[in-house]
């Protein structure tokens, strides 16, 4: 995760965009899918992750989401790294996949996908529909890179820049999932 400087000049948007193409800014802004998914499930989460704190990889619903994620599906999908910054999925047919172990958590897993689809068009020029499965439910969901979903998608990378360029992070706010976060200690212990 990338945030060089506490300050930056235009907008996050155009920055990662001109970053994405190695044109010369003043900061080097860099999302990755891991950081849109941290945005909306927890903003202090992902202010921690920028910092690169130590992740206990022992905790319960890292592991569940690695197994699943890595075991799903496998035979009908490829991994593409773009840029060194996004690692999709892609099917046979085109589409790119997001796995996810549940829809407990589906906005997270949603806007992560709707943000590679942004990625796709935006900086490689390439168009791309999307399909979000949870395989343990049996589900799948179609995503597509819809005018409001481009809203949805460029306002969490501006609200990202102002979460990972901030000094401190965001208060604790319990959530549901809390007990399950590799950063619990950090939030919660007296
Ligand atoms: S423990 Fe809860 S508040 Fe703290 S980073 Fe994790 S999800 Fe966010």
Not at 7 to 36: I, N, Q
Request: glycine share 4%.
């Amino acid at each position: 995760m990338t945030a060089k400087g506490n300050h930056t000049e235009g907008d996050p948007v155009e920055l990662l965009l001109r970053s994405a193409r190695d044109e010369a800014v003043s900061e080097e802004f860099h999302v990755t899918g891991v950081m849109m998914q941290y945005y909306e499930v927890c903003k202090r989460e992902l202010w921690f992750a920028s910092r690169h704190l130590e992740i206990d990889r022992d905790n319960a619903s890292v592991v569940r989401g690695t197994h699943v994620d890595e075991t799903s599906y496998a035979e009908k999908r490829r991994n593409v790294s773009i840029d060194g910054t996004i690692a999709i999925d892609v099917l046979d047919d085109g589409r790119v996949m997001e796995v996810k172990p549940s829809s407990t958590l589906v906005e997270p897993a949603k806007l992560q996908l709707l943000y590679y689809l942004w990625y796709l068009d935006r900086v490689v020029g390439v168009e791309r529909e999307g399909v979000l499965a949870h395989p343990t439910e049996r589900k799948r969901e179609s995503v597509e890179l819809t005018a409001e979903n481009v809203e949805w998608v460029e306002s969490a990378i501006r609200g990202v820049h102002d979460v990972i360029t901030s000094d401190s992070p965001p208060p604790a706010e319990e959530k549901p999932f809390c007990e399950s976060c590799a950063y619990h200690d950090f939030c919660w212990s007296c």
